[in-house]
């Protein structure tokens, strides 16, 4: 059963400058929180367009798939950063079970976390009206 866990924020900068920080696996550490003991896996960069987006793919780890693509786009006033992560727990029924126990929550709080970090580095930018057509 694959899960998806989808964040939009905004931040100031520039494009180039925010998209630069995210592609550079130094500051990946900075993002994680400190009691998750960042744990170690493979990934492999499945897609990249500079400035624009960049997908990774876990090769090995600890979920039977992990999919996070990080789309930014220039808004006024900053950046809109998009993080959608498509995964799949191992263990059948027990997977879908601990993801509902724990595993949901854990990548919630975890997401919250980097959320404040990047807000943090960059600072919130307002964020953008929506608007829809009658």
Same mark, same amino acid.
Request: hydrophobic share 40%; no cysteine; proline share 8%.
């Given at each position: 059963? !694959?899960?998806?866990?989808?964040? !939009?924020?905004?931040?100031? @900068?520039?494009?180039?400058?925010?998209?630069?920080?995210? !592609?550079?696996?130094?500051?990946?550490?900075?993002? !994680?929180?400190?009691?998750?003991?960042?744990? #170690?896996?493979?990934?492999?960069?499945?897609?990249?367009?500079?400035?624009?987006?960049?997908?990774?793919?876990?090769?090995? @780890?600890?979920? #039977?798939?992990?999919?996070?693509?990080?789309?930014? #786009?220039?808004?006024?006033?900053?950046?809109? %950063?998009?993080?959608?992560?498509?995964?799949?727990?191992?263990? @059948?029924?027990? @997977?879908?079970?601990?993801?509902?126990? *724990?595993?949901?929550?854990?990548?919630?709080? %975890?997401?919250?976390?980097?959320?404040?970090?990047?807000?943090? %580095?960059?600072? *919130?930018?307002?964020?953008?009206?929506?608007?829809?057509?009658?």
């Amino acid at each position: 059963m !694959t899960h998806v866990l989808e964040r !939009t924020q905004t931040v100031h @900068g520039e494009v180039a400058s925010v998209f630069e920080f995210f !592609t550079n696996p130094h500051n990946l550490e900075a993002l !994680t929180p400190p009691w998750l003991h960042f744990v #170690r896996w493979e990934s492999l960069i499945a897609e990249f367009r500079e400035n624009e987006l960049f997908a990774d793919e876990m090769l090995r @780890g600890p979920y #039977r798939r992990w999919y996070h693509r990080h789309v930014f #786009r220039p808004v006024d006033g900053g950046v809109e %950063i998009n993080d959608r992560v498509e995964y799949e727990l191992p263990f @059948g029924p027990i @997977g879908r079970l601990a993801h509902a126990v *724990a595993v949901r929550r854990q990548l919630q709080a %975890i997401f919250d976390y980097r959320r404040r970090k990047v807000e943090e %580095i960059f600072g *919130a930018a307002p964020p953008q009206p929506r608007f829809t057509r009658p």
